[in-house]
């Protein structure tokens, strides 16, 4: 029975594509997605996202890994990670007795994460251990960053001697509030399949509500610096700046929000008008790229972070001039 191959579905969204990592192809397939939205930054994100999915891949391709999903978002990314989610489901030999009793011990096992929580749940295809937990990982000059992870590790029935691993890790200042529930939606959807039956990953499910974020962004008001590696995040309709700690410094709706290109600086940083008045100067990008090397294929990230940021703001509604 181990031909059989495990499935699950994903949002219906260009946001979410997904591969099979099995196949060298798959990296130049996730390119030719992004290349084909249009325009120079997408053309330079796509190179970015196939080199980072190739180094991800390398040396991990073995006949027990099934399909992955990732999600690279519509508005190009100019910081790490370029790939902000990824879901992927595998079959593993366990190094413990293949029980329930024995995975809530050993998932129960505490460790690096800063948050975590084991419940057991019945799935269509056998009882499954689930874990959430957060970590909080240091990332050098940029601070912290905050990354979830939901595992379900599954008793299935058709793989006696293995456990079914459904994988999913993510960014939390980059992903909505809403992923730990679709992921438990692709929880529910996992099957096992024959080889060639033409069965592979739906996208039937509903895709999160949007949410951009410019992270590493340096935020000023006049010429006084509020934060290094702060956050412009725009969802629902609203646009919020957070300082490095994550705290809130400001919000507009975004049709009340004016955006200026600031000619100075060359592009790199976006003046930006609330609807109460406060101008904030705006350089998103600029604390992870400020003297390092850009990313693979990324030319001048923190100019092209502040373009897609008056982009961002025009489609809102707002004003760009």
């Not at 391709?61 to 100019?78: E, F, N, W």
């Not at 990332?139 to 006696?160: K, T």
């Not at 590696?229 to 957070?242: D, M, N, Y």
């Not at 009340?256 to 003046?271: E, H, M, P, W």
Request: charged share 20%.
């Amino acid at each position: 029975m181990t031909d059989l191959i495990p499935m699950f579905d994903y949002p219906m969204s260009e946001e979410w594509l997904a591969l099979d990592a099995n196949l060298k192809v798959a990296a130049d397939y996730a390119e030719d997605r992004v290349s084909a939205r249009g325009g120079r930054q997408n053309r330079k994100y796509a190179k970015a996202i196939r080199q980072h999915l190739e180094f991800v891949w390398q040396g991990t391709r073995t006949d027990a890994t099934g399909p992955q999903v990732v999600y690279v978002p519509l508005v190009p990314r100019t910081t790490q990670p370029v790939v902000p989610a990824t879901i992927s489901v595998r079959r593993v030999a366990p190094d413990h007795e293949r029980s329930m009793d024995a995975l809530v011990a050993k998932m129960g096992e505490t460790g690096a994460s800063t948050e975590r929580e084991v419940t057991v749940k019945d799935l269509s295809v056998g009882p499954a251990c689930r874990v959430r937990e957060a970590f909080s990982l240091n990332a050098g000059r940029s601070g912290e960053v905050m990354v979830e992870n939901v595992q379900h590790h599954v008793l299935a029935e058709l793989y006696p001697e293995e456990i079914l691993l459904l994988n999913a890790h993510w960014n939390r200042d980059v992903m909505g509030s809403g992923v730990v529930e679709l992921v438990d939606q692709m929880a529910a959807s996992l099957r096992v399949v024959s080889p060639g039956s033409g069965d592979g990953p739906r996208p039937v499910l509903a895709a999160p509500d949007a949410r951009v974020v410019f992270a590493e962004s340096q935020i000023g008001r006049g010429m006084r610096p509020l934060a290094q590696h702060g956050f412009v995040v725009i969802e629902q309709g609203v646009l919020t700046l957070l300082d490095s700690d994550r705290q809130p410094i400001d919000s507009a709706p975004l049709p009340q929000v004016q955006a200026s290109k600031r000619g100075i600086t060359g592009g790199a940083v976006v003046a930006l008008t609330l609807a109460n008045g406060e101008k904030y100067n705006v350089s998103p990008g600029w604390g992870a790229h400020r003297g390092s090397l850009s990313l693979p294929g990324l030319g001048n990230p923190v100019k092209d972070a502040a373009d897609s940021l008056r982009r961002c703001v025009e489609d809102g509604g707002g004003t760009t001039t």
